[in-house]
């Protein structure tokens, strides 16, 4: 048994204070009195308070302690521990990730890990629920009949993106249908790390796969350029053709040899708008992760620059593909026509879900503190990797006074003794800070400014519009209170807004998705997730084995019923009481007295 206020058990102390005053004797003034007669029945009443009593039995003192008791045991809150029924309820986990769709074991291997599900169901001697292991874990039938377990298998189908086991397991482990500890089952071809009190059903037996690791898109002047990389998953080199096309129109063929592990790239130059197509010609074991898509040649994205108007931000910004329009400050209507906002030494405040640019200034809601300004003389390190910095050269760039910037999350891309440009993802805000402002550096004299403002807006307006399986899409909505999303299926789905950015759902389908928020529309392309391609079987790594595996107690609380018995007996106490009280003679009961008075007359 334990205790949810174990506090309360002090209240026990109460019970030698009811014995001390039940000893004690009540104090009366003597009265002399002609005679005892007619105290003969309160014999027992004097008797019970003598100066020296002695502790006697009583049936009513004991019902007392006992209702004492009885109270500050239920305001403990105790709870018992019961032993199972036998019946443990069964927890059913099956993975819906893309690697269960190979065909390694037929149809596929997530058919066969549903058949080996309804097995399990019907050898359940409890109730079953049912999670379906996606890229967020979902409950597909909660604890109750088999039966219900049983449809519930037959409506799941795998996903195109990733699983997430752990965290599907982890929500297993937390049902406790009637208080017991459930039986979980988990059919899967990837368990990784094995957990105490679940039962891996493997599925799968060969690794021999290829797919498209990643879609790029680089903009030139004279169009589009793809870049593709394709993933040899197996355990052989393959010659693998990589197929591009833009609606009937073929764009490239060409074929990579690939070893195994290992990545190899191709650049394909695309010319027009539209959307491009990648297919990979080989018949692997995994055909999900053997095509994926791309938005070219998109309109060039509409710019909004508030703040101090810079005569060289203004020729920069006509030297690269982009729409421009001045703004005082950022609106939600703003915001709905823009694809980036350029805050060029505004006020710091805080920046709604967008896009934006900020030069010689921050905002409170980014994860970055302002520690004053520095000088800075020159930018000491850079990184190419990132895709605002590709081809950005600072080398020899002089930089007067900066921000002092400590941030605390995204990714410096260039610095001297202090961060001088860093970029920052997430909350619905993409984000770029140059921290020092134009005029403090001749950085725009120099040809990295316009591949750099370039790249920027580039990456800030997502012209990719590549997202992956599995993600949740995060769009600017401005002041439109709904967005309307159309997927590969053809149906409109409408999702709501708030705070000014449309989130998306989890995206689990490969293709191109349209999104129309007020006037605008744009389109983006969900593409396959490289971990995927990775089919070969892996058992689960070892756990460490417990004796509370097969371990089926639940806990009940019992202060209810103690309440009640409590009850019972102070009602009880209170009944014995009335029964030792004198009973009062009725006028009816005593006609005798009556009839003796009128024989004396």
């Not at 790239?265 to 010319?271: D, I």
Request: hydrophobic residues 45%; positive net charge.
């Amino acid at each position: 048994m334990t205790f949810a206020a174990p506090a309360a058990l002090w209240g026990l102390l109460a019970l030698p204070l009811i014995i001390l005053l039940y000893m004690l004797r009540a104090r009366r003034q003597d009265v002399p009195v002609s005679t005892l007669i007619l105290w003969q029945r309160a014999r027992r009443d004097l008797a019970a308070h003598r100066p020296a009593r002695r502790l006697e039995r009583s049936l009513l003192l004991v019902l007392q302690l006992l209702a004492v008791a009885l109270l500050v045991l239920a305001l403990a809150r105790p709870r018992v521990v019961l032993p199972g029924s036998g019946a443990a309820p069964t927890v059913i986990i099956v993975d819906t990730s893309a690697s269960m769709q190979a065909t390694d074991e037929r149809p596929s291997r997530f058919d066969v890990a549903v058949r080996r599900a309804r097995e399990a169901v019907a050898a359940s001697p409890g109730e079953v629920m049912v999670i379906a292991a996606g890229a967020r874990p979902t409950v597909a039938a909660p604890p109750g009949d088999p039966l219900l377990a049983r449809f519930a298998l037959g409506r799941l189908r795998p996903t195109d993106g990733p699983g997430r086991l752990e965290q599907a397991i982890t929500l297993a482990l937390g049902q406790r249908p009637g208080g017991a500890r459930p039986r979980v089952e988990a059919f899967t071809d990837r368990p990784g790390g094995a957990v105490p009190g679940v039962t891996y059903h493997l599925v799968g037996s060969a690794s021999r796969n290829a797919g498209i690791a990643r879609v790029g898109v680089e903009h030139e002047a004279r169009g589009s350029v793809l870049v593709i990389q394709v993933y040899n998953a197996g355990e052989q080199a393959e010659r693998i053709p990589v197929i591009v096309t833009m609606g009937a129109r073929a764009v490239a063929d060409r074929a990579v040899t690939v070893a195994p592990g290992a990545i190899a790239a191709l650049t394909v130059p695309v010319s027009g708008a539209g959307v491009a197509r990648i297919e990979l010609g080989i018949e692997d074991l995994l055909a999900v992760d053997n095509v994926a898509y791309a938005v070219v040649g998109t309109p060039p994205p509409r710019v909004i620059v508030a703040g101090t108007q810079d005569r060289v931000l203004t020729e920069a910004l006509e030297a690269i593909p982009v729409r421009v329009a001045p703004a005082q400050r950022v609106t939600p209507e703003a915001l709905a026509a823009s694809d980036v906002i350029i805050l060029n030494r505004t006020p710091p405040a805080d920046l709604p879900p967008g896009n934006y640019l900020l030069l010689g200034t921050t905002a409170p809601n980014l994860p970055l503190t302002v520690d004053g300004t520095v000088r800075v003389g020159q930018a000491l390190r850079w990184s190419g990797r990132h895709p605002v910095m590709r081809y950005v050269d600072l080398g020899g760039v002089t930089i007067g006074e900066a921000l002092r910037l400590q941030p605390r999350g995204g990714e410096v891309l260039a610095e001297g003794d202090t961060p001088l440009i860093w970029a920052y993802e997430g909350e619905g805000i993409r984000a770029v800070v140059v921290a020092f402002a134009l005029d403090q550096s001749d950085l725009p004299l120099r040809i990295a400014f316009p591949i750099l403002l370039s790249n920027a807006v580039s990456w800030l307006g997502g012209a990719e519009r590549i997202a992956h399986a599995g993600d949740t899409v995060t769009i600017p909505s401005g002041s439109a209170a709904e967005a309307t999303v159309t997927g590969p299926d053809g149906v409109p789905q409408r999702v709501a807004a708030s705070g000014g950015r449309v989130i998306l759902p989890t995206i689990e389908r490969v293709g191109v998705y349209t999104v129309r928020v007020g006037d605008r529309e744009l389109g983006f392309a969900v593409n396959p997730v490289a971990e995927e391609s990775v089919i070969a079987p892996m058992s689960p790594r070892a756990g460490r084995p417990e004796a509370a595996l097969s371990d089926n107690r639940r806990s009940r609380d019992v202060w209810q019923v103690l309440l009640m018995i409590a009850l019972a007996v102070v009602l009880g106490e209170w009944f014995l009481w009335l029964r030792t009280l004198p009973r009062i003679p009725r006028w009816g009961s005593a006609p005798h007295l009556l009839r003796g008075r009128r024989s004396h007359g």
